[in-house]
């Protein structure tokens, strides 16, 4: 029988196959441990949808937020007493409520993504990643356009675990932003220290 880390594991392979090129990613992806993580996005948006139609195949649990930042709150308390990963796809506010209730418990922010429109049909994504990540994903995440939520979330299992050194990195692409779309939003992970 299969385990519940053995299932996630292949999921978040499987996930990234799809998506990013083969060789480097897949070999690292298949080296790294499932860890068992929850997720949170703001379902307002048409990104946060995206985001959670994808990351919920390898996220322990999953939350949608409400219009109050707020509401990340009970969220975030959750997650922290069972000591898992948070990953999250949100607006500033709710990951600044994140990141003070979740540091205060020992967890650090590993990861950041900044998503922006810089115009109607134009995103810019600035992430904090290795090298090797940003050359695996730079082409899938140019290439995506308003579907860059769908790569973000299938990054992300794997950034959970991943200890490398990190930079900043730009990457430009095209995307028709959606009527609703705040036209900023952020990708993160918080982490047990």
């Not at 590993?110 to 994504?125: D, L």
Request: proline share 5%; aromatic share 6%; with cysteine.
């Amino acid at each position: 029988m299969i385990s519940r880390r053995e299932f996630l594991r292949g999921g978040a392979v499987a996930g990234l196959a799809s998506t990013l090129p083969a060789g480097q990613v897949i070999a690292a992806s298949e080296s790294r441990p499932s860890v068992a993580f929850d997720a949170v996005c703001d379902t307002r948006y048409e990104e946060g949808d995206l985001f959670l139609r994808s990351v919920s195949d390898s996220a322990y649990r999953v939350h949608g937020l409400e219009i109050d930042p707020g509401s990340i709150m009970p969220v975030i308390s959750a997650a922290v007493a069972d000591r898992h990963p948070i990953a999250g796809l949100t607006t500033d506010a709710a990951l600044l409520l994140a990141e003070q209730l979740a540091t205060a418990e020992g967890y650090q922010l590993t990861y950041k993504g900044t998503h922006k429109h810089v115009s109607t049909n134009q995103v810019e994504h600035e992430l904090l990643l290795d090298k090797e990540w940003y050359h695996n994903i730079q082409a899938p995440l140019t290439d995506a356009g308003s579907t860059w939520p769908e790569i973000i979330a299938k990054l992300v299992p794997t950034l959970i675990t991943d200890k490398a050194g990190v930079q900043t990195q730009k990457i430009s692409s095209s995307g028709q932003r959606n009527l609703d779309s705040p036209g900023h939003l952020v990708s993160w992970i918080l982490r047990p220290a």
